[in-house]
C-alpha cells in the first residue's frame, strides 16, 4: 500500500478531467476562505465576552480552523506545484493542533456544564437588575442628603470646619467665614489664627494642639478680631473623627457666635456694678450729706433730713422739721453771719454762694463743726426765691485737725528756734554738707575747729580740707553711704587748718533724704579730739615703756623662778638624807622641824613651777586651731577621776563644743577650772561638775559649774590676782596662781573671764574668746 506507484498522479501528470479538477480547486478555495473568516469572528466575540470563563478554548478553534484551512489552500497549490513536504508539515501542524485542541475540550467540559442555563440566566439578569435599580435609588437619596447637608451647612447658624490627623482646617463654612472675618481660602490650614484676638491667640493654639496631640475634644471661649477692630466671642468646640481601621482622621466641629450673651454678660454685670455704685453712693450721699434740707421759703417750711438730726445726736422724731429747729441749735453768734449770707445769695440772685462754716450745739453739750451751704432753685416771675436746697456736712474732725496743725506749727517753730540755737551754741562742730561734698550750713564751733572763717568755708568742700592721708578712707564711706549702703558712719581724721596746722577730728555723718527718699544732703558733727590724741600718744608711749618693763619683769621672774630651783632642790635633798642619815639622833621636835622644812620647800617648789607656768603664758605664740573643749574637759575630768576614784562625782559635759583658740593655752584654762571644781568640792560625799555652754547677747560664753564651797562675791575681784586667795591652804590647798594664768591665758585669745558663787553654794567661772 505505501509503495508511491500505486499513489493518483496530480499536477502537470494529472489524469483527472478538468471539470472534476475546477469542482475541486472552488471547493478547497471556498473551505479556506470560510475557515479564514470563522477564527475572526471568534476572536470578536472573545474580545467582546472576555467575561466567559473558557475564552482560552475559542482561540484554539480559531488556531485550529486556520491550520485547516492552510491544508485546503495547499490542496490548491500542489494542483500545479508538487511541494507535498511542505503541504504534509502543515498537515501535521494541522494534526498537532486539533489533537491538543481536543484534549483540552474534554478538559474544560466540566467549566462549560456549570455556565448558567438561560432561565438562571435571566434570573441573575434580574437580580441585577433589581439591585441596579436600588443602587441608582441610593445614589439618588445619597445626592438628596448631600444637597441637604450642603444646604444646612449653608443655613447653619454656626460656623463649621473640618481638620485633618494633625489638626489644620481643610474645609470651613460660608458662616464660619463671616463669623471669623476670613475667607474660606485664608482660613485653611492654619490660616483661622490669624484672626485670633491678641490676648486669647497663645492659649487657643495651646489648648487646640494640646487636643490634637491627645485626640480629646475641644471646648474653648476665645475671641476673633476683625479687619475692623470689631471683636466677636465665639464659643468653639470640635471632636474627633475615625476611620473604619479605627485610626483618627480628623476634627469636626463647629463655632457659634456667643457676642450677644456676653454682651448681655457684660450689660448684666454694668448693671451691677451701677447698682452697687449707686448704693455706694446713697450711702455716701447719706455718710457725707448727712445733713441734707429743703426749704420751702414763702410757706416757712424745711425739710431737715435724718442724718443732720443724728449728726447732732437727736432721732429723727426728737427735731421738727423747721427753720427754727436749726436756728435755735446754732451757736448764737454764728447766726446773724449765715442770715447775711442767705441775703447776699438771694440779693445776687445766686451769683454769690450761699458758703458758711459754723458752729451747732450737739446734744451732749459737745460743739459740732458744719459746713452749711445750699442754693436757690426756684424762682417766681418777681424774681422772688420759692425753693432751696442744700446739705450740712460735720468737719469736727478736720477743724480738730486745722487746730493741731496749728499747734503743730507753732511746736515746729519753736523746736526750729530750739534747733538754730541748739546749731549755732552746740559744743560740736556742725555742717550741712551737699552730695559733692560742699558745706551749705555751719556753726560758730565748726569754724573754730577748721580754722576758717564762715564765708570762706562755705566756699570749700570737705575733700579741700581734709588730710591727703585721710582722703580716700572718707571718701569711700561717703561714697557708700550716698549709695544706700549704710545709715551713718563715724571716722577719725584730720582736718588741714587755714594757718597749715592740722586738728584730730572725730567725724559723724549721716545722709538726709527727699520725702521720695532721694538723697538730698550731709549732716556732719565735728568734735575736735586733739587733746585725746596727745593723750593716746602719750599713753600708747607709757605703755610701750610698761610693757617693756613688764617683758624685763617676767624675764627676770622666769630667771629668780628657775634658778631657785637649784636651791630648793639642795635644800630638800640634804634635809631628807640629815632624816635617812641622823633621824634616830634628833628629838621629836627635829623631826618635826625637819618635816616642815620639807613641806615648806615643796610648796615653794610648786610656787615656782605655777610661776614659771604664768610666765610661759605671757610670752607663748599662740597658734590658732579648731579645739574641742567638750574632748579636751572629757579628758581631764578622766584623769582626775583616776586619782580619786572612790569619789563620786556626777559630770555633765556639753558636747561638741568647738572653738577657734590655742590648743596648749585651752588645755591650761580647763586644767585650772576642773581642778578648782574637783578641789573645792571634795569635802562633799557626793558633787556635781559641768562644763557647758550658753549665749549672753548673742555671743558664745563658756563655763565650768560646781556645787562645791563657793566663796563670797564680795571678794570676787581678788580672784584673779597673783598669790590671791580665798580659802586656808589646810583645808583647800593651792599656790594662787592658777586663776591669775586662767586670766593671762583668757586676755591672749581677746576674751574676758569672771566668776559668780555663793558661799557653800557653788562656784560659776565663765569665759569668753
Not at 373 to 384: F, K, L, R
Request: aromatic share 12%; hydrophobic share 40%; with cysteine.
Amino acid at each position: 500500500m505505501l509503495d508511491i506507484l500505486l499513489f493518483i498522479p496530480q499536477g502537470n501528470c494529472y489524469f483527472w478531467e478538468s471539470n472534476l479538477l475546477g469542482l475541486h480547486l472552488i471547493s478547497d478555495a471556498l473551505i479556506s476562505i470560510a475557515y479564514y473568516s470563522i477564527p475572526l469572528t471568534l476572536f470578536y466575540f472573545v474580545q467582546k465576552r472576555k467575561d466567559i470563563p473558557v475564552g482560552s478554548i475559542f482561540l484554539l478553534f480559531a488556531a485550529f480552523i486556520v491550520f485547516g484551512g492552510t491544508t485546503h489552500l495547499m490542496l490548491i497549490w500542489t494542483l500545479w506545484y508538487p511541494n507535498y513536504w511542505s503541504f504534509g508539515i502543515i498537515k501535521a501542524l494541522t494534526a498537532g493542533i486539533s489533537v491538543y485542541t481536543a484534549i483540552w475540550l474534554i478538559a474544560i467540559i466540566p467549566q462549560v456544564l456549570d455556565l448558567p442555563s438561560p432561565v438562571k440566566l435571566e434570573t441573575i439578569n434580574y437580580q441585577l437588575q433589581q439591585e441596579f435599580t436600588e443602587y441608582k435609588q441610593a445614589e439618588i437619596n445619597l445626592r438628596e442628603s448631600e444637597q441637604r447637608y450642603a444646604t444646612l451647612l449653608a443655613v447653619a447658624p454656626v460656623g463649621i470646619f473640618r481638620t485633618d490627623a494633625v489638626g489644620n482646617y481643610n474645609y470651613v463654612n460660608d458662616y464660619y467665614c463671616q463669623i471669623a472675618g476670613l475667607t474660606p481660602e485664608v482660613a485653611t490650614g492654619e490660616g483661622w489664627q490669624q484672626k485670633l484676638h491678641p490676648d486669647d491667640r497663645d492659649k487657643v493654639v495651646a489648648e487646640w494642639y494640646q487636643s490634637v496631640q491627645e485626640s480629646s475634644p475641644f471646648q474653648l471661649e476665645y475671641r476673633f478680631q476683625h479687619p475692623d477692630d470689631t471683636i466677636t466671642w465665639i464659643y468653639g468646640q470640635a471632636v474627633t473623627e475615625w476611620d473604619t481601621e479605627g485610626q483618627m482622621t480628623g476634627y469636626v466641629g463647629t463655632i457659634t457666635d456667643i457676642s450677644a450673651s456676653k454682651q448681655a454678660e457684660a450689660e448684666q454685670l454694668q448693671t451691677e456694678k451701677f447698682r452697687l455704685e449707686l448704693k455706694l453712693l446713697e450711702k455716701l450721699f447719706d455718710t457725707v450729706l448727712a445733713g441734707y434740707w429743703d426749704w420751702d421759703l414763702p410757706n416757712y417750711q424745711e425739710y431737715l433730713s435724718p442724718g443732720f438730726k443724728r449728726m447732732l445726736g437727736y432721732e429723727d422724731d426728737e427735731l421738727p422739721n423747721s427753720p427754727d429747729t436749726w436756728q435755735h441749735l446754732i451757736f448764737p453768734e454764728d447766726l446773724p453771719l449765715v442770715l447775711d449770707c442767705l441775703n447776699c445769695h438771694i440779693l445776687s440772685r445766686g451769683e454769690i454762694p450761699f458758703y458758711n462754716e459754723v458752729r451747732y450745739r450737739h446734744k451732749n453739750g459737745s460743739t459740732i463743726w458744719v459746713i452749711c451751704s445750699g442754693q436757690v432753685i426756684e424762682w417766681n416771675a418777681a424774681g422772688e426765691p420759692l425753693r432751696m436746697i442744700g446739705f450740712h456736712i460735720d468737719v469736727s474732725d478736720r477743724k480738730g485737725a486745722e487746730a493741731k496743725l496749728q499747734e503743730i506749727a507753732s511746736e515746729l517753730e519753736t523746736k526750729e528756734q530750739l534747733f538754730r540755737t541748739t546749731f549755732e551754741q552746740a559744743a560740736v562742730g556742725i555742717a550741712h554738707v551737699s552730695l559733692q561734698g560742699k558745706f551749705i550750713r555751719l556753726n560758730q564751733r565748726f569754724c573754730d575747729i577748721a580754722g576758717y572763717p564762715p564765708e570762706e568755708l562755705k566756699n570749700l568742700t570737705f575733700q579741700e580740707i581734709t588730710h591727703p592721708d585721710d582722703l580716700q578712707s572718707d571718701l569711700t564711706q561717703f561714697d557708700s553711704l550716698l549709695a544706700g549702703e549704710s545709715q551713718t558712719y563715724s571716722i577719725e581724721k584730720r582736718y588741714l587748718r587755714k594757718e597749715g596746722t592740722f586738728v584730730w577730728i572725730n567725724l559723724t555723718v549721716s545722709l538726709v533724704e527727699h520725702a521720695n527718699g532721694t538723697p538730698d544732703y550731709f549732716i556732719s558733727v565735728i568734735e575736735d579730739i586733739s587733746d585725746r590724741k596727745r593723750i593716746e600718744e602719750q599713753s600708747l608711749h607709757y605703755a610701750t615703756q610698761l610693757e617693756a618693763s613688764n617683758r624685763e619683769l617676767e624675764a627676770f621672774a622666769y630667771s629668780v623662778s628657775h634658778d631657785l630651783r637649784a636651791p630648793l632642790r639642795a635644800i630638800d635633798g640634804f634635809s631628807k638624807a640629815l632624816l635617812e642619815d641622823y633621824g634616830e639622833t634628833f628629838d621629836e621636835d627635829a623631826k618635826n622641824y625637819f618635816d616642815r622644812i620639807r613641806k615648806n620647800v615643796s610648796r615653794m617648789g610648786r610656787l615656782i613651777e605655777d610661776l614659771l607656768s604664768l610666765s610661759r603664758v605671757s610670752r607663748y605664740e599662740i597658734r590658732l586651731t579648731k579645739v574641742n573643749l567638750s574632748t579636751l574637759a572629757q579628758e581631764l575630768m578622766e584623769e582626775l577621776q583616776t586619782s580619786e576614784p572612790e569619789r563620786q562625782v556626777e559630770l555633765a559635759i556639753a558636747p561638741e563644743v568647738i572653738v577657734s583658740a590655742d590648743a596648749t593655752l585651752m588645755r591650761v584654762v580647763l586644767t585650772n577650772f576642773l581642778q578648782n571644781a574637783w578641789k573645792f568640792t571634795s569635802h562633799q560625799a557626793k558633787s556635781r561638775i559641768e562644763f557647758g555652754k550658753l549665749y549672753q547677747e548673742e555671743q558664745p560664753v563658756y563655763f565650768v559649774r560646781d556645787d562645791g564651797a563657793g566663796f563670797d562675791m564680795a571678794h570676787a575681784k581678788l580672784l584673779f590676782g597673783v598669790f590671791q586667795r580665798l580659802h586656808n591652804t589646810n583645808e583647800f590647798p593651792g599656790t594662787g596662781i592658777g586663776l591669775a594664768t586662767v586670766q593671762r591665758a583668757i586676755y591672749r585669745h581677746g576674751g574676758k573671764v569672771w566668776a559668780e558663787a555663793a558661799v557653800e553654794q557653788g562656784a560659776t567661772f565663765y569665759f569668753t574668746l
